[in-house]
């Protein structure tokens, strides 16, 4: 067991290496000057654009850059914002509360309304039933979030005006967006569950367990349900980080102030350092979310520990 | 092998490539998903190709007097903010979301399959360099990677096709190189090269046509991904720019409007949905007769 976790640690860090190298690169990738972005084009003056670069470190060679970046971002500095000049850690940290409870919510939402649609799909299997879940399982796969949200708003918050369609903080705020968010997850989650679920009821220890008598209830929630499920958590990593790259796009429509928000309005505002730094964050945020379920799922599934 | 078709043409039919074209074709006319998905894809394509005949307005033409009319006679799909006809937008627009989907996958599908079959079928050193860059690529969620690839390129409509073909190229790198690693250990594989094929003439005659199946159903699941993504990019104004229509973009600009005039975004939704939809449907369709194991 401490094998594969140090395995799997091992495995990860040429992929940080790398991923940070390549966030590093991004800055000197961009076509323009950071230090011209940083001024605008009013102020910039070529002494002034000198000293810019020269306080930004950019005259240095690369790897000199590369390390002292690496150095500051252990240290937990990723620079400042070039429009608002706040530093990025603190950018994020105020900002990263709001995505965490939408991403969450999301997360249990779409686990709730995966599950209970696969189970039902596959216990109801070959019927209307199963027709009926799966189609919505198809349309919920189908429909781009934005989309979702904006119907979503157009029903419960022009038409119905049950919940608010902006903002953030209360439990009413989060409602919309986290739904819109978990349809397509749920739609994916509830095909996942449908198919492993029908394998493992054709295994022979359902056979055997409904063979001793036991009430079909048992053999469901006991036996079947448990082995269907495990799959299920490969891909809570996966699905995280979709619902990362959803609030991208439902934190702009629900003017909800998360880091997607801050993501988008950064790379409008070409704001680079911001970019820089969010997109670091979030990369290894959720390579150290991939760990974590791998070893939730070897935790789990005791089968996996000696492959 | 003989199920699916009928006994008559399996049994004149000595060819077999035309036998299994045949055996195929009978199986994806029967499955209900295919046949479903291609007609309804069928009839958006067409009247997206035919927009500058069934439109009957300029996309871009603003009747002012007309601002924000509810469906009507003459303009079917009401009109926008700025009296633009909404069912002639939906039309163009939907040429621009179409060509995002296809060249976007495109790229990414066409990297993608060179780097996997190149890291398959060499393996060593090759192999562990591009797999390490996959893992890179993973590691930027959802459409994150397209829009770091934005920041880096700019916005426009071109940027959005490559950075959505890129953050796929993972996808294809892939599923290509798995296939490949199990395709290569089969006899006629060592046969070939027993026999002093060049490489690339195995890769391409032998291997290729092997990983085809799975690169199908990938791939045409991958151009609804692509549609939703490069809408996404012009919904977030990084794409498509005014005042030219794209359904993502249209999405956006009626998103203002929506307590007094939701027809202006839910036609164009309804167009993503739609198309995505039927590409969805075809996706599974395919899925099922030519590779029942991806279960994704």
């Known amino acids: 067991m401490i094998r594969f976790l140090l395995n799997r640690l091992l495995q990860a860090i040429p992929t940080i290496i790398l991923v940070t190298l390549l966030v590093f690169l991004m800055l000197h990738l961009t076509p323009g000057d950071p230090a011209e972005v940083y001024l605008g084009d009013s102020r910039s003056t070529p002494e002034l654009l000198e000293n810019v670069r020269e306080e930004m470190g950019l005259n240095r060679p690369l790897h000199v850059q590369y390390l002292s970046y690496m150095g500051n971002a252990l240290r937990g500095d990723l620079g400042r914002s070039l429009q ?77 005006r049950w919940l608010p369609a902006i903002g953030q903080g209360g439990f009413d705020r989060v409602i919309l967006p986290a739904f819109a968010l978990a349809l397509v997850s749920a739609g994916a989650l509830a095909r996942m569950v449908r198919s492993s679920m029908l394998e493992v009821l054709n295994q022979e220890y359902i056979l055997t367990a409904r063979a001793k008598g036991l009430a079909s209830a048992a053999v469901i929630t006991r036996h079947a349900m448990r082995n269907a499920l495990i799959p299920v958590v490969t891909v809570l990593g996966l699905m995280f980080g979709n619902m990362l790259g959803g609030a991208v796009l439902t ?20 704001d680079f350092t911001l970019v820089q730094g969010t997109t670091l964050f979030i990369a290894l945020a959720y390579v150290v979310v991939n760990i974590f379920t791998d070893i939730l799922y070897m935790i789990i599934d005791p089968r996996i520990r000696y492959d | 092998m003989t199920d699916s078709v009928s006994p008559s043409i399996a049994r004149i ?37 035919l927009a500058p005949v069934i439109a009957p307005f300029d996309p871009t033409e603003q009747f002012r007097r007309e601002r924000l009319q509810p469906p009507n006679a003459t303009y079917w799909f009401g009109t926008d903010n700025l009296g633009r006809d909404v069912f002639s937008r939906v039309l163009y627009g939907g040429r621009v979301s179409l060509q995002v989907g296809i060249f976007s996958v495109a790229i990414g599908a066409i990297t993608g399959t060179i780097l996997g079959l190149n890291a398959g079928y060499f393996g060593g050193w090759l192999d562990s360099i591009v797999m390490r860059l996959v893992d890179v690529m993973l590691a ?10 934005i920041a880096v390129l700019g916005r426009d409509l071109r940027n959005v096709m490559i950075a959505v073909g890129i953050s796929t190229i993972p996808i294809y790198t892939r599923i290509v190189r798995g296939s490949t690693l199990s395709v290569r250990q089969i006899d006629y594989i060592t046969a070939a090269e027993a026999l002093g094929a060049p490489a690339h003439h195995i890769a391409l005659l032998h291997i290729l046509p092997n990983v085809l199946a799975p690169l199908i159903v990938v791939t045409t699941n991958g151009v609804a991904g692509a549609i939703i993504a490069g809408a996404a990019l012009s919904f977030l104004g990084l794409g498509q720019q005014p005042p030219n229509p794209e359904w993502g973009l249209m999405l956006d600009e009626g998103r203002e409007y929506i307590r007094v005039a939701a027809w202006v975004t839910t036609f164009p939704g309804l167009a993503i949905m739609t198309t995505v939809l039927s590409i969805n449907l075809l996706g599974d369709g395919l899925r099922d007769i030519l590779d029942p194991r991806l279960k994704l």
């Open chain 1, 251 to 270: 934190e702009t429509i629900f003017a909800r102030l998360g880091i997607g928000q801050m993501y988008v309005e950064a790379v409008l505002q070409k």
């Open chain 2, 140 to 149: 930027f969620p959802g459409i994150l990677l397209a829009l770091a690839i």
């Open chain 1, 84 to 160: 608002t000049n706040i530093p990025v850690t603190e950018q994020i940290r105020t900002r990263l509360p709001w995505t965490i409870e939408l991403a969450l919510s999301a997360m249990a939402i779409s686990t709730v309304l995966g599950i209970s649609l696969g189970m039902l799909a596959a216990l109801r299997h070959n019927t209307i039933v199963d027709t009926l879940a799966m189609t919505l399982a198809l349309v919920g796969i189908s429909m781009p979030v934005y989309w979702s949200s904006l119907l979503l708003i157009i029903l419960f918050s022009v038409n119905l």
């Open chain 2, 13 to 49: 039919d000595t060819n077999p490539a035309r036998a299994e074209f045949f055996r195929l074709t009978g199986r994806f006319m029967r499955s209900r998903n295919v046949v479903a998905g291609s007609i309804i894809l069928i009839i958006i394509i067409v009247m997206v190709l």
